[in-house]
């Protein structure tokens, strides 16, 4: 997401002929765009996306059963 965050910026900073990035060739000010690409490709082919995607469950979940349970009046456990 950074790489795509930085390839709209220089590209906004191509388009508006702002400071060095101006003189750049079109190649360097692009290239955030392929990086990004390549990071998203490798990430779904290895799973990486599902598996984040899966923690991120599994932690509201943990968080929802602590919330009822406080609110019951019970002690939510300590991580072991």
Request: glycine share 6%.
């Amino acid at each position: 997401m950074y790489a795509l965050g930085l390839g709209v910026l220089l590209l906004l900073l191509k388009y508006l002929e702002i400071g060095p990035v101006a003189t750049w060739d079109w190649w360097w000010v692009l290239s955030p765009f392929a990086v990004a690409a390549l990071w998203w490709a490798w990430a779904d082919s290895t799973g990486y996306t599902k598996r984040r995607a899966v923690e991120r469950i599994e932690q509201r979940k943990k968080d929802r059963i602590a919330k009822h349970k406080e609110a019951m009046g019970i002690r939510p456990r300590k991580p072991r």
